[in-house]
Nanobody, 124 residues
């Protein structure tokens, strides 16, 4: 799996962004996909993810109702649609792929493959 994340940028509070994660190896359909974010000095935080089987979606509490995760296996791509952005959403966002146990879907150590990160900055 070779992940490439893009779509970050600077946006005002209340605005929207769409992040993309493309797998150039074209094997993404075999893995669970998730988005994490990280700010300096803090541990990587789970944002949203798909379960490995069944297509169940999970969201971190801070983003529920504002962010949506989506994927299209035919395009080997996953997206993170972010609405109503807040300054606290400012972070480097990473896409990840792997085969975590369902009880560990929000554990960044359970994912084996990572994109390079894309910076999202939300101004107040």
């Amino acid at each position: 799996v070779q992940l490439q994340a893009s779509g970050g940028g600077v946006v005002q509070a209340g605005g929207s962004l769409r992040l993309s994660c493309v797998d150039s190896s074209r094997t993404l359909s075999s893995y669970a996909v998730a988005w994490f974010r990280q700010t300096p000095g803090k541990e990587r935080e789970f944002v949203a993810g798909f379960a490995l089987f069944g297509g169940t979606k999970y969201y971190g509490e801070p983003v529920k109702g504002r962010f949506t995760i989506a994927r299209d296996n035919t395009q080997n791509t996953a997206w993170l649609l972010m609405n109503d952005l807040k300054p606290d959403d400012t972070a480097v966002y990473y896409c990840a792929a792997g085969a975590p146990y369902e009880s560990h879907y929000n554990d960044y150590t359970a994912y084996d493959y990572w994109g390079q990160g894309t910076l999202v900055t939300v101004s107040s």
